[in-house]
């Protein structure tokens, strides 16, 4: 069974940083993007940053500049480093990744980690 243990959220001052991390485990497939999306109270999920199996990121105009995603394929984990946090960065944040096993292509999602910018 797949598992995705994300860590590394808190509470923060605004324009410090955090560092979250997400451990894949369960998987005999191979795991194609890694991502990290957010939910603020009140708001839709939103995609902040991906990356793929060949290293290739996407960004959300938000978060451009001050965000880094990061992937350690041997250990299956992905990381999202975040600078210069503001508080409109305080939400949920969940992993993503979408793995390939037998020619079909799964989501999984993590439990979330919440992120807290004071002001």
Do not use: H
Not at 98 to 110: A, E, Q
């Amino acid at each position: 069974q797949v598992q995705l243990v994300e860590s590394g959220g808190g509470l923060v001052q605004s324009g410090g940083s955090l560092r979250l991390s997400c451990s894949t485990s369960g998987s005999s497939g191979s795991i194609a993007v890694m991502a990290w999306y957010r939910q603020a109270p009140g708001s839709q999920r939103e995609l902040v940053a991906l990356i793929t199996s060949g290293g290739t990121t996407n960004y959300a105009d938000s978060v451009k500049g001050r965000f880094t995603i990061s992937r350690d394929n041997p250990k299956n984990t992905v990381y999202l480093q975040m600078n210069t946090l503001k508080p409109e960065d305080t939400a949920i944040y969940y992993c993503n990744v979408d793995i390939v096993r037998l020619g079909r292509r799964r989501s999984y999602w993590g439990q979330g980690t919440q992120v807290t910018v004071s002001s």
